[in-house]
C-alpha cells in the first residue's frame, strides 16, 4: 500500500543571527522571525535584555539561543556564530545591526570614543559578515542584511562617529556585493536605510548636549524597521530605503548637498533635543552595557509613527506596477476607442 503522498513534510525553521537583539531595532526583529517559527541567535552585550528578547521569542513560537557577545571583538563574535550553528544548524540570515554612539560637537569628541563607535558600529558589522560569510560562502546560500539609516548617505551634525561609521558600512557593503557578483555566489548582501526610530538608545547613548537626546522628527516605530528588514531578508533587493525621510534625505543630498549643510547647521541642534534637561547622574551604554532590560520602544511612543506609506509601496511596488500598467492601457483603451468614433455627416 502506497504511502500518504499528500502530506506535506514541515520546512526546516531558519536559523537567523541578530546582533543588537537586545533592545529596540533589533527586539521587534527577533519578534517578527520568531513570528515564522524561526530559530534565532541573539548577541548583544547586555544579559538583562537578552534574556528578556529570548523569551519574547520562544512566547511567540521561536527558538532562541542569548549569547553575551561584544561585535567589537572579532573573536566573540565568530564563538557566538559557531554555538548557533552547532545548537540550531546552518545558519540562513545574519542581521548586523549592533551600534552605539556619541552626541557632541567633533570639537569636543575623544579619540577613544571614535575608536570604540567605529568598532562596535563599522567593525562589528564587518566581523558580522565575516563570521556569516565563512559559513555561507561553502553552502553557497545565505542573506546577510545590513542594518543602514539615512545617515549612511547624509551626516547630520552632533553624530560625526556614528555617520562616519554608517557611511563605512555603505562602503563595505558594496564592495562585497561586487565580488559576490564576480564570483557568481547565491549568498546575498543587503542594506536597509532607515528613518529615526522610537528606541531605547536615546535614553542610554553618550551625550554632552545640555537637553535629552531624539530622534530627529519624523519619528517611526522599531516594528517599521523590522517589517523592512524581514521583507529584505526574503527578497532579492539590493537595497531598501525605509520612510519618506530617508528617501528624502538620500535623494535631496544628491540634488542640493550644499542647502542640506545649512539646513542642518540651523536645525539639526534642536531638532536632536528634547526641551527637558539632561540629569546629572545619566548613564550611557558606549563601553558597559547598562543594567537593565528596556525592551523595544524608547520614550517617543506618542510621537511615533507605527506605519510607513512609502514601505508599503516600496514592498508593494511590482504590484504597484501592475496596476499601473493595466490602468495606463485601460485608459488608452478608452481613448483609442473615443477616437475610433465615426463622425456623423452633414446633411
Not at 200 to 225: D, H, N, T, W
Not at 227 to 251: K, Q, S
Request: proline share 6%; hydrophobic share 40%.
Amino acid at each position: 500500500m502506497k504511502g500518504n503522498n499528500s502530506v506535506k513534510r514541515l520546512a526546516k525553521p531558519e536559523v537567523v543571527v541578530i546582533t543588537g537583539a537586545s533592545a529596540g531595532l533589533g527586539r521587534v526583529t527577533a519578534r517578527a522571525f520568531a513570528r515564522e517559527g524561526a530559530y534565532v541567535g541573539l548577541l548583544a552585550r547586555g544579559r538583562d535584555g537578552l534574556e528578556g528578547a529570548r523569551r519574547d521569542v520562544e512566547g511567540l513560537g521561536g527558538r532562541a539561543l542569548a549569547l553575551p557577545t561584544d561585535v567589537a571583538d572579532a573573536e566573540q563574535v565568530e564563538r557566538a556564530a559557531e554555538v548557533i550553528e552547532r545548537e540550531f544548524g546552518p545558519i540562513d540570515v545574519w542581521i548586523n545591526n549592533a551600534m552605539v554612539s556619541v552626541f557632541s560637537p567633533v570639537k569636543e569628541m575623544k579619540p577613544e570614543e571614535y575608536r570604540r563607535v567605529t568598532e562596535v558600529t563599522y567593525l562589528g558589522v564587518v566581523y558580522g559578515t565575516l563570521a556569516a560569510l565563512k559559513r555561507m560562502l561553502p553552502r553557497d546560500r545565505g542573506v546577510i542584511v545590513q542594518v543602514g539609516s539615512a545617515l549612511a548617505y547624509r551626516g547630520i551634525p552632533l553624530q560625526s562617529a556614528y555617520c562616519a561609521a554608517k557611511h563605512a558600512i555603505q562602503g563595505f557593503v558594496d564592495s562585497l556585493r561586487c565580488e559576490l557578483l564576480h564570483d557568481k555566489s547565491n549568498v546575498r548582501v543587503t542594506m536597509v536605510q532607515l528613518p529615526a526610530m522610537n528606541t531605547p538608545q536615546f535614553s542610554r547613548i553618550k551625550s554632552r548636549l545640555p537637553r535629552k537626546p531624539q530622534p530627529v522628527p519624523p519619528i517611526y516605530q522599531p516594528e517599521v524597521g523590522a517589517e523592512a528588514i524581514l521583507f529584505a531578508a526574503h527578497n532579492d533587493r539590493r537595497e531598501m530605503y525605509v520612510g519618506y525621510p530617508t528617501v528624502e534625505a538620500i535623494v535631496g543630498d544628491k540634488i542640493a548637498s550644499g542647502f542640506a549643510d545649512k539646513y542642518l547647521a540651523k536645525n539639526g541642534y534642536d531638532s536632536q533635543q528634547t526641551d527637558e534637561l539632561v540629569e546629572p547622574d545619566r548613564r550611557d551604554n558606549l563601553w558597559e552595557p547598562v543594567p537593565g532590560d528596556r525592551g523595544a520602544h524608547g520614550e517617543f511612543d506618542d510621537r511615533a509613527s507605527a506605519t510607513s506609506p512609502q514601505l508599503w509601496a516600496n514592498v508593494n511596488r511590482n504590484w504597484l506596477a501592475i496596476a499601473g500598467a493595466g490602468l495606463a492601457g485601460l485608459a488608452a483603451g478608452l481613448f483609442f476607442r473615443r477616437d475610433d468614433k465615426p463622425t456623423a455627416r452633414r446633411g
